[in-house]
């Protein structure tokens, strides 16, 4: 009995060490000390958006403003049975025709740069009333006509089975007739254009790209999912957006970053307990699940967002994308878009408020300073003074994340 005992003992010795140090490994960081100095114009934002009793609401927001055409084109949420049956109308009218002798043909609504309209009243980029015809007769049209046959029959089968599978996967379904991933990807939109619904609702998605990390916590598909606690990286934002539910945060604002090293070295000195907040990322250019996120994020949780890029063309070129849309995806602005982010940094003008140092300057390329030329022409630059004049500053010198924590001028205090 006794030598029981003592055989025991140094095991629940060391179970008791080992949960020492592994309680010991968490770095507790508390909130910094100018928390409030600092948050101050986010708390004011923040109390702004949640006072607001005649916040518009979605359907409102959707009326057409006087000046454009009735016949943009915008999408719905739509339930996989009414995706269906918009799918199975247009199965019935090209099955009619082929029974009439006619062949077929298909009026899908064009996604060319020329049928794309930005909306001053929205603040987004729309897909514009032109359609094109698609036939089957036609030698120049008869591959792409069955190509979207072929995408219908594939994404039909997919609701049906009531599964989600990811762009790769139908491009592999048939790689001897799409030939090209982007073959059958521009066909996906040209779909849901057709049908009338988000490419979400498609149930076909990318891959995983970005990442969130900090102080929200919500239910993934019945499992439950604390953003405090996911580690270094953060985690995964899902590309099945629909499966999250009934989120939760203490967070002031969204801090929305450009590059994942910066996201990184944030989310490893716990920015977010220092300063209460959601970090972001898609790692570059975004991707849907994060703009869907993003959208989400602000519209229930009410909290501002803030933006953390480049100082350069493409850095506000994607902050651009996040806020009015792309013209890939102006079909379906309503649903990726969140307006009013607020640039945060780095701004050209940073360079000589907060004294950085020479090496933070890299000149300008020509292709830099074209998409800088670009922009200014845009209307959703123009509309905003402050922005035309940073961008103005900005196709002289401009300043990467990257620069700025490699030589230590974008640095989180640690607690001792």
């Known amino acids: 009995m006794s030598s029981r005992k003592r055989q025991s003992t140094p095991a629940v010795q060391s179970q008791e060490s080992t949960t020492t140090v592994s309680s010991s490994k968490r770095r507790v960081v508390a909130i910094a000390p100018d928390a409030d100095a600092v948050l ?10 949640r006072s607001s009793s005649n916040e518009t609401s979605d359907k409102a927001s959707r009326v057409i403003p006087e000046g454009v055409p009735s016949s943009i084109v915008e999408v719905d949420e739509l339930k996989a049975p009414e995706v269906l049956e918009g799918m199975e109308s247009i199965a019935l009218d090209i099955a009619q025709q082929v029974l009439s002798g006619k062949g077929f043909s298909m009026e899908i609504p064009s996604r060319a740069a020329t049928n794309q309209l930005y909306v001053k009243e929205w603040d987004r980029i729309v897909l514009g009333g032109k359609r094109s015809s ?12 069955a190509i979207t046959l072929r995408v219908l029959q594939l994404i039909h089968a997919v609701l049906m089975k009531r599964i989600h599978i990811t762009k790769r996967d139908l491009f592999y379904t048939d790689v001897k007739l799409f030939v090209d991933q982007a073959e059958s990807d521009g066909v996906l939109d040209d779909v849901a254009t057709m049908v009338g619904c988000t490419r979400s609702n498609l149930n076909v998605v990318a891959s995983d790209k970005g990442l969130v990390v900090g102080r929200v916590q919500f239910i993934e598909d019945g499992d439950p999912i604390d953003c405090t606690r996911m580690g270094v990286g953060g985690k995964a934002i899902p590309p099945y957006i629909d499966k999250i539910e009934n989120i939760t945060s203490d967070a002031e604002f969204i801090l929305l970053v450009e590059k994942e090293a910066a996201y990184m070295r944030m989310a490893e000195d716990r920015f977010y307990h220092r300063y209460p907040c959601i970090i972001i990322t898609a790692k570059g250019q975004p991707d849907i699940a994060t703009r869907m996120f993003l959208k989400r994020l602000k519209e229930e949780l009410k909290i501002p967002v803030l933006g953390l890029v480049d100082s350069d063309p493409y850095g506000l070129k994607i902050l651009s994308v996040y806020m009015s849309g792309s013209k890939n995806m102006s079909y379906d602005s309503s649903s990726l878009t969140t307006p009013d982010i607020k640039w945060l940094g780095l701004r050209p003008s940073d360079l000589d408020r907060y004294d950085l140092p020479d090496q933070c300057r890299l000149d300008m390329t020509e292709n830099d300073i074209k998409t800088g030329k670009e922009l200014l022409k845009e209307d959703f630059i123009q509309k905003n003074p402050e922005w035309m004049k940073e961008l103005e500053i900005m196709v002289s ?20």
């Open 40 to 49: 101050r114009e986010c708390r004011k934002l923040r109390d702004a958006m």
């Open 134 to 145: 698609r036939s089957f007769l036609n030698v120049k049209e008869s591959r792409k006509a």
């Open 397 to 416: 010198d401009k300043i990467e994340l990257a620069i700025l924590y490699t030589i230590g001028c974008l640095v989180v205090d640690k607690q001792p």
